[in-house]
């Protein structure tokens, strides 16, 4: 049994990296930046993937009544920002900076739910919350290379987030499945996105988008939305399979093997201040990852 926890957790490992990474390609190597479509295509791919495995029984699907997908309109509209804003500020920041403010979303979520739960919370967490915050909000400061747009796209992403980790827990119908869930995301996303995409000007000036032929460009995308669609299995097998302790550290190395590795891939120029930032930010997650284990000890 351990062994194969191994193993799902090395799984989920790979597929996030490698979503990661082709999404970072795509959007700033290959500058495709028009994120109604790109997030389009990725939704689509999902949703027809989704709906043809739940078909062949590869996936639990359930008739999803209309006033359950009335009650998880929400939960999609801030699912649909994380991945737009998120597209938005990976194309522009390069992957570790990147999960240093995507992390501040703890602290989002943290404040959001002691707001309905006024529990007691440990040292070890509160340090954590104030490591990665204090990260998130220096790592603009001490980088030149950050701009205002990019940050605040990244904020966003962040914001919409930890409301969505906060809806999921606050919202525990019996009438949604996992797969039910991301099922209404990914068909809610698609009807806006292709609403959006003229009134952005995407649509239009893909058309001009110098790789369109490209078969580089083909196999990124197609990859991304294959990828995408993988990590969603991979991620529900994980925190099925093993303890809430223990998804959330594979999910920590997945992100410390992303950050790692990400310099190898793409250009970095960091300096002594922002490698600091990314750094504590790390051990930030790390402790918040301890002190649950600590909490449930």
Known sequence: MQWKGHMTGLVFSIVFVGSCFTNKFVLSVLKFTFPTLFQGWQTLVGAVLLLLSGRLGWVEMSRISRSAVVSWLPGSLMFLGSIYAGSRALSRMAVPYFFTVQNASHVVSYLLLRVVHREKTSWSKLSSMCIMFFSAINL????????????????????????????????????LSVFDQQ???????????????????????????PLLASYTFHWGCCASALLGFLLLLATVKLKSGLSLEESRTWTFLSKLAAVTLSPLAFPLDPNIPSFACVFFSLVGEALLVYSDMDTKA
Request: hydrophobic fraction near 50%.
């Open 140 to 175: 603009p400061i001490h980088n030149p290379g950050f701009d205002l747009n990019t940050y605040g796209w990244a904020v966003c992403h962040l914001a919409c987030v930890a409301a969505y980790r906060v809806f999921r827990i606050r919202f525990k119908s019996i009438q």
């Open 183 to 209: 099922y209404i995301n990914y068909m809610f996303s698609i009807c806006l996105l292709a609403l959006a995409a003229h009134p952005t000007g995407d649509l239009f000036a893909a058309w001009e988008f």
